[in-house]
């Protein structure tokens, strides 16, 4: 098992508490998620790259810290954020308990998605971490671990000591969380769950108030509105994944909304939209794709000149009988035939997930069950991720 003190964690000061006078810093790191600090006071931080599929740490912690600054609010507390909003800043160990020492907090909180070996397996469960022989210590992890055990659903595998930095550096009762692994396949089916992750910020933030007596409901507050310009400029930056829908899950927002950001998008990105194509006949547009007006790649070529599948393939057909004289249909082979529970096997030549992640080596020439099938792409068993059909055999 990984473990590393690279992880998010929370500090309170009770004299604050007194006089509602809270001030929490939120420190994020690129391989080491988030870190919370608070004056009555919160600090979160983690190290572990991320899943086999590609996703980070970083962003199953951001949401969850997201979540539980929210609900910290709620209670009345006051957040400040010294992070670099982008996850790219990697801040060091010392410098993390140096900062919680400093603002004299009374609890420090690490938050951490675990790994084991780097390969899928059915190892699984929440664990949380306190300095060996700390009394108060194993008093926070006990007021706070039940919680996270709980809204997560995954096997309890105790309270734990342990000689990590995080805890053995600070001079206030601290806690390591390690929530589940990424590289499970029975915890990354609740990691990719954000209703699951909002969840758990919620129980973070309830149980941390129930620690201190803070009585009350949260009102969490209401995240920050962006503009479209903003939230197009954070998915050209990379900010929200890739695909559509998950992106759109990460902004929070309506399809509408999104329909107007994949715009502004497009328009920054100098693709044309659909009205810059209109009027024209398939036979226009399949001169100007032999002519190179609209690049290379069918996606490409469909995206510039803003049409749906079914009018470009008119126009794939158009363009293929002017320069073969012969129909599409009978010039392209059939696309590759799979079903649910065939073996198949990953081409070494394999270089990316249909997902756009990159595919581990290991992964590469191995078999495979098919669990799920779409169009173009595959569900694997076993690696849990999707793979081109052009990709396997």
Known sequence: MVLTDAIPSITRNTASILSSNVCLLLLLDIENAPNIVVKSFYYFSVYHSGSISGEREWSFNNKVVTSAVRYLEGYGIDVLRLDDPTGKTDVPLTTRTNKANNWGADILVSYHHNANNGRWGNWTGTETYYYPGASTGLALAKAIHPSIVGVMGLRDRGIKTANLHMVRESRMPAILIEVGFMDSTIDIK????????????????????????????????????????????????????????????????????????????????????????????????????????????????????????????????????????????????????????????????????????????????????????????????????????????
């Open 190 to 393: 609740v990691m990719r769950d954000d209703d699951k992750l909002e969840r758990a910020g919620k129980a973070l933030a309830d149980a941390i108030a129930n620690y201190f007596g803070v009585k009350g409901q949260s009102k969490p507050s209401k995240p920050e509105s962006k503009s479209i310009s903003k939230m197009a400029q954070e998915v050209i930056a990379g900010k929200h994944g890739n695909g559509h829908d998950a992106r759109r899950k990460s902004l929070g927002i309506t399809q509408a909304e999104y329909d107007k950001v994949r715009k502004e998008v497009n328009r920054r990105s100098g693709i044309k939209t659909a009205s810059k194509s209109k009027g024209k006949t398939v036979a226009q547009m399949a001169q100007e794709v032999i002519d190179g007006k609209h690049g290379n790649g069918h996606a490409n070529r469909r995206k510039s000149l803003g049409v749906s599948s079914s009018v470009y393939n008119k126009v794939k057909r158009e363009v293929n009988r002017r320069l073969t004289g012969k129909s599409i249909a009978s010039s392209m082979p059939k696309p590759k035939s799979f079903s649910v529970g065939q073996k198949v096997t990953v081409k070494k030549s394999a270089s990316k997930f249909a997902t756009g992640e990159s595919i581990a080596d290991f992964v590469k020439g191995n078999s495979y069950t098919v669990k799920q099938v779409k169009s173009d792409r595959v569900l694997l068993s076993g690696i849990m991720s999707w793979v081109r059909k052009s990709d396997v055999y």
